[in-house]
């Protein structure tokens, strides 16, 4: 499934559509960041990240845009408060939101690393992974879903994984991952479900990019076929796809790269 550039990344919305985006400085965040941008029913990204405001890349992208079309915004979403910050900015910079994607995660770093046993297990990697990969996706979509559009179309979308489905789970391991990957698709089933009932227009989904050549799989990549590895730009590509030909009815769908649905 592809996305369409020259429509609008939302479907139904007549209006320039105001955009957030987490983990906006790399990655398909900044994938996402560079498609958007460059979309002309597109009004304003924001991209959020940590440290949003010294990233080059976002810099020299905001350089390249027309007018102030590219805003950058550092929070940090494992930090509830610099959450509850947000609203009050976006209320200050946005009329309202018509599509917002997180894709912030991780997987690994220098003190993470994938279980392969139960025995490699502790507690300081299931605190960081959930605390990112799980609660991070439900307190962002808190606060912004006073803000997403009630007159025209709206998507609330989070970045999920196939490894999160407990149906498919079937080689084990990566318990860290998978567990706060399916804790994020029970949360974000949950406020799909709540967000049909406050605002019938929104959408909300979750969605799995396949495996994407991008720092956090570098270590993976190794058994992926040359095909099912993407990369940053066409995986950014499929995601607006599926967002763009999305609608209510689809809402608290956990949907693969290619329009597929994937086991809870």
Not at 81 to 107: F, M, Y
Not at 156 to 170: C, E, K, P, T
Request: aromatic share 6%; hydrophobic share 45%; with cysteine.
């Amino acid at each position: 499934m592809s996305f369409d550039p020259t429509t609008p990344p939302v479907a139904g919305i007549t209006q320039g559509a105001h955009v957030l985006i987490t983990g906006g400085s790399s990655g398909i965040g900044l994938g996402l960041v560079r498609e958007l941008v460059a979309n002309r029913h597109v009004a304003a990204v924001t991209a959020v990240s940590r440290r949003a405001t010294q990233s080059d890349a976002l810099s020299a992208l905001a350089d390249e845009c027309a007018g102030d079309r590219l805003k950058m915004l550092d929070c940090d979403l494992t930090d509830e408060a610099s959450i509850e910050r947000l609203p009050a900015w976006l209320r200050a910079h946005h009329p309202r939101l018509h599509l917002v994607i997180n894709t912030a995660g991780i997987l690994h770093d220098q003190n993470l690393r994938p279980e392969r046993s139960i025995t490699q297990l502790t507690r300081n990697a299931l605190d960081q992974a959930f605390a990112l990969n799980a609660f991070a996706p439900i307190l962002l979509a808190r606060a912004v879903m006073p803000l997403l559009d009630r007159e025209e179309a709206s998507v609330f979308a989070s970045l999920s994984a196939r490894v999160g489905s407990i149906g498919d789970n079937r080689l084990g391991g990566w318990y860290a991952y998978r567990a706060s990957k399916a804790a994020q698709n029970q949360l974000i089933r949950t406020f799909a479900i709540e967000l049909s009932r406050r605002n019938p227009k929104a959408c909300c989904l979750l969605l799995h990019p396949g495996t994407v050549d991008t720092p956090l799989s570098t270590p993976f990549q190794a058994n992926v076929p040359a095909e099912k590895l993407f990369s940053i730009e066409r995986a950014s590509n499929q995601l607006l796809g599926i967002i763009a030909a999305a609608s209510p009815a689809d809402s608290g769908r956990f949907i693969a790269w290619d329009g597929s649905d994937i086991a809870w």
